[in-house]
Structures are given as C-alpha cells and as structure tokens.
C-alpha cells in the first residue's frame, strides 16, 4: 500500500470521527451551546467541562462540537449549491459552444477578477448586520454557494469541451441519438468523476473563508458556534497564553482542512 | 511589432468595459439592498418639516435607475466618488490616503511569496528525493489550512510587518502551482534531450525549464496580485494597517454602502487591470522565438 493512499485512508478515518463526535454532540456533552455558567466564566478544564469554559460562562466543548456540526455540514451544502452551477453552466458552454460559451465564460472571467474574500464581504455589507443567527448562516453558507463557482465552472468546461470532441460522442451522434440521451448516458457519466472532484475540493476552501468572515464579524453570529465565531477567541492573547487549551478549536479546523486536501489534492493540483 | 496593438487594444477595451460593468454591477447591488434611501438624518429631532423634506427628495431623485447610474457616473468620471456615509468624508480622499500603504504591503507581499516560491520550486526539482517532497507538502498543507483572519492575529501578536503576513497566506498557493509547472515543463522532451546530452540541473532549470513556464508564470502573477487584494482585507483589518482592505471591512460593519460600491470598483479595475497586464506579458512570452 504506497504512502499516500495509507494517508488518504488515515484522514477518512478522522473525518469520519469527526463527524460523528459531531453528529452525536447532544451525546457527548449535557450542555447547551448557549447555556451560560454565569459562576464559571473562563474556567480551566475539569470532570464537568473538559475544555472548560469561554468568558461568557459556556462549555467550550458544546460549542466546538455544535460549531464542528455547523461549519462541517453547510459547508458540503454551499459546495453542492457551488459544483450543480458550476456542472450546470460548465456543461452547457461546453456542449453547445457559440455564444452560449462565449457569454458564460465572460461572467466567469469578470466573477473570477474580484477576490471571493472581497465579494462576499461587500455582498455581506449589503444585508441588514442584525439578522437574525439563523438567517446569518444561511446567509453565509448561501453566498458561498453562489459566489464559489467560476474556478469549478473552468474546470467542468473543459472537460465537457473535450467530451463534446471526443470519438464516443461521434459516434452516439452519428447513431441518431438524442440530445437528451447523449448527455444523460454520455456526458454526465464522464463528467461525474469531475464534479466530484470540484466538490470535495470547494469544501476547505469554504470552511476557511467562513472562518474568516466569522472571525471578521460578518459570517454566523453569536449565540450560534462555528469555526470562525470560535477562533474569535484568539483575539485575547493574554487568555490564550493562561488558557491555551482555547487553540482546540484551531487544532481541528487545520486537522479536518488537511484531511480534506489529502483526501482529494487542491484545485491546483487537479490542473 | 505592429500586431501587438490589436491585441493591447483589445485587451484596453475589455478592460474599460469589465470596469463598467462591474460599476454598474455594484452600484445596482447598493442600489435594490434592503435600507437603501433611508438617511439616520431624518430621525434628527433639530430638523425643521422642509430640511427633512428636502432630504427625502434629495434620495428621490435617485429612484430612477437610468438617472442613477448617469449621476453616478457623471461624478466619477470627474474625481468625485461620493461621501462616506460613515466616516463622513469624500471616498476619493480616503482612497487616495489608504491606497499606498495597501499597494506597498500587497507588492512586498506578492514579491516575497514569489521569490520563496520560485527558489523553493526550483530546489525541489533540482535536488529531487523523499526529503524535499514531503517536507514541502507538510508546509504548504499546514499553511493552506490556515484561515487567512488566523494568520493575521499570528502576526498581530508576533508585530510582524503586513507584507509578511499576506506573503504567508498567498505563498503556498503560488508554490503549488509554480512546482506543479515546473515539474510539467521539467517532463518536457527538449528538457529530457537537454539532460541526456549531460547539462548539468541548474542549468538545465534556468535555461529550459523556467522559459517553457514562463508563460503560464506569467499568466499566475496576474491572479496572485488578485489573490492577495482578498487576503488583505482580513490582514490589515485584524493588524489594524489603514489600507484599502481596512477600509473595505470598516464600509462592511458599518453598512457604508457607498464606500462598498467605490471599493469593489477599485477592487474590480485593479484586478482586472494586473490579469490584462499579466495575459498581454505571457503573449508577448510566447511570441518570442
């Protein structure tokens, strides 16, 4: 068994672990995300909170396990959202050529010139600051989806490109069929493995960029957890040094990203 | 020499009207967001009847979309992009004031990331082996997870200068594709030939791998000015460095919708400016015998 596929089956494995811990956060941990121990703020480790608690008095491991469930789910949901405009368009400027191609790859181009980073704050700014938690998730993990696919679209366009001109198609072609079946048991088949791939590969990257607007105070909001809405507490340098078991929530979200990129290699790489 | 000017001249013109439709773009987006038209001053208690009704006219004129964007444009085109809501001063003067210091750090940074990622690129084909290989995946796959807001509060606490901070965030991106052309380049039958004939692997690298990358090369410095535009509103907010990224993170959380609309416009024409550039160089790349 070579190297890698051993590592690729070792971070399987953690994510797996991962999501289950998360999955089965009500399990694991008595306490709210939300419940506050007003007599226990800051608190180190112990029996009854073992990561102990944050400044406002919450058990830290609730809110890791619960932000682990939130960021680790919705961001599959805004890749999913991501990869089927990415396939949709992708497929159709691949396919039909002209100006169908001529127009989708223009608005890809212009999406792909601004920073994502830069696009979702200033669509962030647009909507009102104070939503509602929920609705500030769905928000973010929304304008992920929506704005995360010009890089995918390229990718999913050159393969359906090449599909279009391959011999198989020709031939199907030249067989009569349809244009409804030559996608369907032509093209999607031989697209599939690239979909999965621009799938799999959008998730890191939108865990990262929640994170980030979280911790910029534009992505989920509190009493809500993620990722991001925890590392905010790296701010407080004075608490990290005294309470360094704080950096748990940082360990994961680099551990579960490396996973992901030894799973499946990064967009650069897939070039 | 002649035939370059189609092509720059096309390239300007795609430029101007990417410019435009991302003004355009923008300025509808601030335009239907939801709260558009209200003014904090109408709540002012000190305002007669007429002051108030003068200020809700003033935004009634804006509700023509046609009259808005002419308005719009009309200004810019002589200088004025408008008042910040927030910070109650006109857009061209902060931009002007904030604009060099994100300029120096995303220069400084994009320098530093590249000379770390073309040296290391370079050895790691020079002096192939186990060693190289996985000590650079370790490296660059911890720095890829890392989000860019984390990296800058690393820096913040260390009091590291900006550059350094966007240089780490953008450097492992540009390391992975550079190795990833290099070792497509080093694969090359003219790079093999070279090296059957016994050339020795530097300069093997210097004077066939690094020409036949050149262009793709070229074609990555565009998107990596790109790219550290974006991780410069997380560092130099979180680093507190008045630059262009602060500005556009204090416009967000303040809700200054006409200092957003400036900045993605900025944004837009920077971009779109240094990926022309960088196509229009990699052309002229290839076109070389």
């Known amino acids: 068994m070579s190297v890698k596929r051993s590592a690729r089956i070792i971070a399987a494995v953690i994510l797996a672990m991962v999501t289950l811990l998360a999955l089965g956060a009500g399990l694991v941990t008595p306490y709210s995300y939300a419940y506050q121990f007003r007599d226990l703020p800051q608190a180190a480790p112990s029996s009854a909170h073992l990561l102990g608690t944050d400044p406002l008095g919450r058990d830290l491991l609730s809110r890791l396990l619960y932000g682990t469930r939130l960021s680790l789910f919705l961001a599959p949901a805004a890749a999913l959202l991501t990869t089927l405009i990415a396939g949709l368009l992708g497929g159709v400027a691949g396919l039909f050529g002209g100006w169908h191609e001529r127009f989708i790859l223009a608005i890809a181009d212009l999406s792909m010139a601004l920073p994502l980073l830069f696009v979702l704050i200033a669509l962030r700014a647009m909507l009102p600051l104070d939503v509602s938690p929920l609705i500030s998730v769905v928000a973010t993990f929304l304008m992920l989806g929506l704005l995360g696919w010009p890089s995918s679209l390229r990718v999913v366009w050159a393969t359906t490109r090449s599909i279009r001109e391959s011999d198989f198609l020709l031939l199907a072609r030249s067989s009569g069929s349809t244009s409804i079946r030559l996608i369907l048991r032509h093209v999607f088949p031989n697209l599939r493995p690239v979909l999965l791939a621009q799938f799999w590969v959008s998730i890191p990257v939108f865990i990262l960029a929640e994170s980030t607007l979280s911790m910029l105070g534009l992505g989920v909001m509190e009493p809500l957890p993620s990722w991001g809405n925890l590392l905010r507490g790296l701010e407080n340098f004075s608490a990290i040094s005294a309470n360094p078991w704080r950096l748990v929530p940082l360990v994961l979200l680099i551990m579960v990203v490396v996973c992901f990129q030894l799973i499946f290699p990064a967009q650069e790489d897939l070039a | 020499m002649k035939s370059w000017f189609p092509t720059l001249g096309q390239r300007l013109l795609s430029l101007?009207?990417?410019?435009?439709?991302?003004?355009?773009?923008?300025?509808?987006?601030?335009?239907?967001?939801?709260?558009?038209?209200?003014?904090?001053?109408?709540?002012?208690?000190?305002?007669?009847?007429?002051?108030?009704?003068?200020?809700?006219?003033?935004?009634?004129?804006?509700?023509?979309?046609?009259?808005?964007?002419?308005?719009?444009?009309?200004?810019?085109?002589?200088?004025?992009?408008?008042?910040?809501?927030?910070?109650?001063?006109?857009?061209?003067?902060?931009?002007?004031?904030?604009?060099?210091?994100?300029?120096?750090?995303?220069?400084?940074?994009?320098?530093?990331?590249?000379?770390?990622?073309?040296?290391?690129?370079?050895?790691?084909?020079?002096?192939?082996?186990?060693?190289?290989?996985?000590?650079?995946?370790?490296?660059?796959?911890?720095?890829?997870?890392?989000?860019?807001?984390?990296?800058?509060?690393?820096?913040?606490?260390?009091?590291?200068?900006?550059?350094?901070?966007?240089?780490?965030?953008?450097?492992?991106?540009?390391?992975?594709?550079?190795?990833?052309?290099?070792?497509?380049?080093?694969?090359?039958?003219?790079?093999?030939?070279?090296?059957?004939?016994?050339?020795?692997?530097?300069?093997?690298?210097?004077?066939?791998?690094?020409?036949?990358?050149?262009?793709?090369?070229?074609?990555?410095?565009?998107?990596?000015?790109?790219?550290?535009?974006?991780?410069?509103?997380?560092?130099e907010a979180l680093c507190d460095s008045p630059g262009i990224g602060q500005l556009a993170w204090y416009a967000a959380i303040n809700r200054d919708l006409p200092l957003v609309m400036n900045l993605t416009l900025i944004v837009t024409l920077v971009t779109v400016a240094s990926n022309s550039l960088a196509g229009f160089s990699s052309r002229l790349v290839v076109r070389q015998p």
């Open chain 2, 16 to 235: 101007l009207l990417l410019t435009i439709l991302g003004g355009i773009l923008s300025a509808t987006l601030v335009r239907f967001s939801p709260g558009y038209g209200m003014d904090v001053r109408e709540l002012d208690p000190r305002l007669s009847e007429s002051s108030v009704e003068a200020i809700r006219s003033e935004h009634h004129q804006d509700a023509n979309l046609i009259r808005y964007y002419v308005k719009y444009f009309a200004a810019a085109a002589h200088g004025d992009f408008g008042v910040s809501e927030s910070l109650d001063r006109p857009i061209a003067e902060l931009v002007t004031e904030r604009l060099p210091a994100t300029a120096r750090s995303v220069l400084l940074g994009v320098a530093s990331a590249w000379s770390l990622a073309l040296v290391l690129s370079g050895l790691g084909l020079v002096a192939k082996g186990w060693f190289p290989e996985v000590s650079s995946a370790v490296l660059i796959g911890f720095l890829l997870s890392l989000p860019s807001a984390v990296v800058a509060l690393a820096f913040l606490y260390l009091r590291g200068p900006v550059f350094l901070a966007l240089a780490v965030v953008i450097f492992p991106k540009i390391f992975r594709f550079t190795r990833n052309l290099f070792l497509h380049a080093d694969d090359q039958p003219h790079v093999l030939a070279a090296r059957a004939r016994g050339i020795g692997s530097c300069r093997v690298f210097l004077h066939h791998v690094i020409p036949s990358a050149a262009p793709a090369l070229m074609a990555l410095l565009g998107i990596s000015l790109s790219m550290a535009f974006g991780a410069a509103i997380p560092i």
